[in-house]
């Protein structure tokens, strides 16, 4: 695996990324756009309490195997709205699925908890997601306290006036197959999970309280807040079946767990989504999994860690 100069989701080939942030810093959403036709799509949620939209379509065995775009918002439920502007931002593309009726936009979503970090009420909606699709670029992906991350928290087993903000963090590699050919593989993360962020590599707590197992379960035992989640969204341009790509949003599950401790609680909605392209070399699937999972727990670990975190 090779890094880039553009080490970010937006390092992938036909991929553009764009943020809406409120002016308070405290709330935003983030919305991931691919090529005109469309993204091969799955997903996984392994939490407890997610919230979300257009989750069934990304089953495998469901009809639409592509989708226009994602959207990971703050505001919980509420932010979901912000999938609808980016609807009619893509719908005034001219871009959606085609129906008798005329073309839809799927726009899977899915939302984190900030509500009480965002204390003036403020919540993505519809414009706010308009607004992001239309900065959307192909520019490294702006990380930290942004879009979906403004609100992001860690640790919050030790009550949320203890809780360590995070945000939004980003990581890509290319990949060389022994042909020569050159497949890409990104993961964008918005970490807001009840545990502690560790970076695998060297065990450190870059965000969060890093208390023994125990202690942490004992707080967990009379833990009242239950309001946590973090998103997962991967690219490629690798081409999958909605098959491939579930299978490998279990693979980004694998490197949340890594990187969040403890993770996938009933507190926590934590949830994946992984799309192509398709317009890369195949790759095998192991070979993918492997870098589906190294790209996951950085970009989470760059949640916790970037610049203006």
């Excluded at 726009?107 to 607004?131: E, K, M, N, Y």
Aim: aromatic share 4%; glycine share 14%; hydrophobic share 45%.
């Amino acid at each position: 695996m090779l890094t880039t100069e553009n080490d970010t989701l937006s390092a992938v080939p036909g991929i553009r990324v764009g943020h809406w942030t409120d002016p308070s810093g405290c709330t935003g959403c983030t919305v991931i756009l691919g090529p005109v036709e469309g993204m091969t799509a799955s997903g996984l949620v392994l939490g407890g309490g997610p919230a979300s939209r257009e989750l069934a379509l990304l089953d495998p065995a469901r009809m639409v195997q592509r989708i226009d775009a994602l959207v990971l918002t703050g505001g919980s439920a509420f932010g979901l709205a912000a999938a609808d502007g980016v609807m009619r931002w893509l719908h005034a593309q001219g871009r959606g699925f085609e129906t008798m009726g005329g073309r839809v936009p799927l726009v899977p979503a899915a939302a984190i908890f900030d509500l009480l970090v965002s204390t003036r009420g403020v919540r993505p909606d519809a414009d706010s997601g308009r607004l992001a699709a239309a900065a959307a670029s192909d520019a490294p992906v702006a990380q930290g306290r942004v879009g979906a991350g403004a609100g992001a928290t860690a640790g919050s087993y030790l009550g949320l006036g203890r809780a360590v903000r995070t945000g939004l963090g980003s990581f890509a590699t290319r990949f060389v197959t022994d042909s020569g050919n050159v497949a890409w593989v990104g993961a964008l993360a918005v970490a807001n999970p009840v545990g502690d962020i560790v970076d695998p590599d060297t065990g450190r707590v870059v965000a969060g309280h890093g208390l023994p197992a125990a202690e942490v379960a004992a707080c967990i035992e009379g833990y009242v807040a239950q309001q946590n989640t973090t998103l997962i969204a991967v690219a490629t341009d690798v081409p999958l079946t909605k098959g491939e790509a579930a299978g490998l949003a279990a693979s980004a599950h694998a490197g949340l767990a890594r990187g969040v401790r403890p993770s996938h609680t009933p507190f926590d909605g934590d949830t994946v989504f992984v799309v192509s392209t398709g317009t890369g070399p195949s790759v095998s699937t192991g070979a993918l999994a492997v870098m589906v999972q190294e790209t996951a727990v950085r970009a989470v670990v760059r949640a916790a860690s970037a610049e203006g975190s």
